[in-house]
Each structure stands twice: as structure tokens, then as C-alpha cells.
């Protein structure tokens, strides 16, 4: 069964701290990995998809597919990137997406 | 501004009356998916409609049902809801193949 895994509720970082978000997942194909962010107030939003390789206001997202991970990072944080993301993995590439994810990690960039 | 519209935001119903949740989208999209998100839960794909074609999950039960009379318009109804599913219920939708999804904002349902 597919499952996608965001193994903290919470990450706190100061202004200027390097963030990983840390991202497993269990697939037996090959996966379509995203990234989707909150922001206080708003919808559900795409950030970063595995595919299009590249990197949404400073985030950047490599899959691994060996330790099957698809971690988001960002050297700098930044205030305005404290929100909740979710990692989702869709189980049927090739075909309108059907994406299972994660349980989320609450980012926080304080002063 | 092309969006997913989620009325109400809020709703409130009694413990066994059916209620319907609506979904709108301006973006001309075909498939719409409703997902249900319990406090501190991951989101979780109830079904989705492919255009006409209805794609319920296995795991979703009987009580929830979903119409889409038009490419603009889906409903989730629920019913006879109980006190487990006070959830928030997101509707997203996607062109297709390898499109990413848009969400709405959600309607948070409370069973009384």
C-alpha cells in the first residue's frame, strides 16, 4: 500500500537557519512526488513537484529514490515561509492524479 | 480570478440529518475530487470525478455519496452524519493527466 510519512508534527527554525523537511514514502512503482504548502488563512497550494525539478521561493525537493525520500529544503528560511506542508505522493501516474498524504509538518521561522 | 469555490465555510448539522456540501470551480476543469481532513490528519481522498465518471475509493463508506450535474458544480452528500464525521472537507480539482490539483478553501462540518 502507498504511504507517505512526514515523521514531525512541528519544525522550528530561526530567520536565516537552513529547514528540511523530512518526507518518506512506501511505493512499489514509480512515484509522482509533491510538496503542497498552507499558509495561515489559505488554501491548499502545489510548491514543488519531483518532475519539474525546480526550486519555488527558495525550496528545492530531490527524490531519492534509494532511501525513498523527498525531502524539501531551503538554505535560508525565510518568515513568510512558516506554514504547514504536505508531502503527497500520487498512485496512479499517467492518469488523473490520486495523491495520499502525508499527516504534515507546521513550520515555524521565529526572529 | 479562475478559483474553487467551498459553500459554506462553515456548517453545522445534527447527528443523522443528511447535509450537502458544494463545490463550484471557474477553472474549466475536468476532474473534481473531494477529500475529507480530520484534526491533525493527512487529507484523505474520499472520490473523484473523471468529467461524468465517478471514481469512489474503497475504503470510503456507503453514507457518502457525490454528484456532479455540470462540469462547474460537485456535491458531497453525506447521509446520516455521524459525531466521526465532523471533519474539514476539501474540494480540489485538475485538468488531468499529470496536472497538479487546486484546492478550495474548504467547508469545516460540525455534527451536534
Known amino acids: 500500500a502507498q504511504r507517505v510519512t512526514q515523521p514531525e508534527k512541528l519544525l522550528s527554525v530561526f530567520k536565516g537557519a537552513p529547514v528540511e523537511l523530512k518526507c518518506n514514502y512506501s511505493?512499489?512503482?514509480?512515484?509522482?512526488l509533491f510538496w503542497y504548502v498552507q499558509y495561515s488563512r489559505q488554501r491548499l497550494q502545489l510548491l514543488l513537484r519531483?518532475?519539474s525539478r525546480e526550486s519555488i521561493k527558495g525550496f528545492t525537493a530531490d527524490l531519492n529514490k534509494g532511501e525513498t525520500s523527498f525531502h524539501l529544503k531551503k538554505p535560508f528560511a525565510q518568515e513568510e515561509d512558516s506554514a504547514m506542508y504536505y508531502c503527497?505522493?500520487?498512485?496512479?501516474?499517467?492518469?488523473?492524479?490520486?495523491?495520499?498524504f502525508g499527516t504534515g509538518t507546521r513550520l515555524q521561522v521565529t526572529l | 480570478d479562475a478559483m474553487v469555490i467551498q459553500n459554506p465555510r462553515y456548517q453545522v448539522t445534527q447527528f443523522g440529518k443528511p447535509v450537502t456540501l458544494s463545490c463550484s470551480q471557474t477553472?474549466?476543469?475536468?476532474?473534481m475530487y473531494w477529500y475529507q481532513q480530520k484534526s491533525s490528519q493527512a487529507p484523505k481522498l474520499l472520490f473523484h470525478?473523471?468529467?461524468?465518471?465517478?471514481?469512489n475509493e474503497a475504503d470510503t463508506p456507503d453514507n457518502f455519496q457525490s454528484r456532479r450535474p455540470n462540469t462547474s458544480f460537485c456535491f458531497l452528500d453525506i447521509r446520516s452524519p455521524g459525531l466521526g464525521d465532523a471533519a474539514m472537507y476539501l474540494c480540489?480539482?485538475?485538468?488531468?493527466?499529470?496536472?497538479?490539483?487546486?484546492f478550495g478553501n474548504g467547508t469545516r462540518l460540525t455534527v451536534t
Open positions: 503527497a505522493l500520487n498512485k496512479r501516474p499517467g492518469t488523473a492524479s490520486k495523491l495520499t
Open positions: 511505493y512499489s512503482g514509480s512515484p509522482e
Open positions: 480540489a480539482t485538475s485538468r488531468g493527466v499529470g496536472s497538479p490539483l487546486h
Open positions: 519531483h518532475i
Open positions: 477553472l474549466n476543469h475536468n476532474v
Open positions: 470525478y473523471y468529467d461524468k465518471d465517478f471514481n
